[in-house]
């Protein structure tokens, strides 16, 4: 039985007994996310096809959260419905080639390469809570430092598994869980596990373990650790410390975090479970996970604008390795960007941020911001190389309406380009356009 449909069975046999408790009713909440999604990728470089990738779509979200029964034991059910209307795309033009695994950038693929006019999927969360912790099991949406869900197309990534967070002592939240399956931002099914560089549907795991917590030592300074483990691909631990200080007019954030990367079961030892990387002994330069990330992000905001400046160092054999199947995902990175990470094998990255929030001169709602970062002494293997290099500028331009008829609504423009002479990597422009509004039900 699949988490699904065990949190189904589960909420259903509790909500028959308590159906009328005061707090499950009262407490609810429905709503309806939409999103009209625009985006184009235009390969500058390179001889294969497509050179421009181009999809247009309007994405669906309804949401449902309940509140808990009463009694010393609260039960509750969550519930997300997901659908993917096609409105402008084709083989050739969604980024598919024919039969291929992960389909389009935005939709699912028939076998010949052509976008689904629609996709959808339903995802249902039984949940109970005692006192301050809470018990969820079904579809889980967690962003932590080891396990991030991506919202960066059409409709999100969702997970399926089990997770449990407690509150129970002061400024201290624990939380752990175990993920079995994932469901991609263009897919309507439920996949098993995998990094970079693994051979694609043919070295996956069906379980990822997850624990840690975040402490506030004081109300400006907080410090995390997690940990996350792949089972046959990579062991991780995590140290974040995070600390605002108000500096003159303004405040300054501080964002350190380090990430220690090992291999895990046939990671250390099976080909297809290699994660991509610098390997001598290896003629596609694969080999196990082996990296230490270092990251420090500095901004300083004041009177609407935000400064901001950063570093990472990727250390070791590997590239960083996250849970990634091929068809788009989040790392915890401070370099993570709307086309690169800036992670591989010895690369090295500095980072510049600017940002500006209109409403401090009479515009609410409009901001604007650009980051670029560059990062140099790339290792690669086939050909041989210690020194490519890349460089990504991301421009965003967002609007949403304060008040009126269409409040809320909301309008965002990004635009990146990225360059690179890592081989077998090709030169990227994209934008996406994006139209959005969300539609209280209960």
Known sequence: MNKSTLALAVAAGVLAQQAGAAGFIEDSKATLGLRNFYINTDNRSGAANPSRNEEWG??????????????????????IGLLGVRLDSGGGTNGAANGAAYGGTVFPSESNGEAVDNFSSLGLTAKAKISQTELKLGTLQPKLPVIVTNDGRLLPQTFQGGQITSGEIKDLTLIGGQIEHVKGRNSSSNEQLSIGGASARTANSNK??????????????????????????????????????????????????????????????TATYYSNGNYNSTANGKGKVDNNLYSGLFLYTVAGHTFGGGYQVSNGSSDFPWLNQGDGSSAYLTTDSQIAKFARAGERTWQARYSYDFAKVGVPGLTAGVVYLHGDDIDTRSPASTDSSEWERDLTVGYVVPEGPLKNVGLMWKNATWRTNIPGQRDQDENRLIVSYSIPLL
């Open 58 to 79: 309007q994405g669906f979200d309804l949401r449902f959260i309940s509140g808990y029964t009463q009694g010393a034991v609260g039960f509750g059910v969550d519930a």
């Open 208 to 269: 990822f373990i997850y624990a840690g917590g975040d402490y506030k030592i004081t109300k400006d300074l907080t410090a995390q650790y997690y940990y996350g483990n792949l089972e046959d691909f990579y062991k991780q631990h995590f140290l974040g410390l995070v600390h605002n200080w108000s500096i003159g007019p303004g405040v300054l954030k501080s964002d350190l975090r380090y990430f220690n990367s090992s291999d895990d079961g046939l990671n250390g030892n």
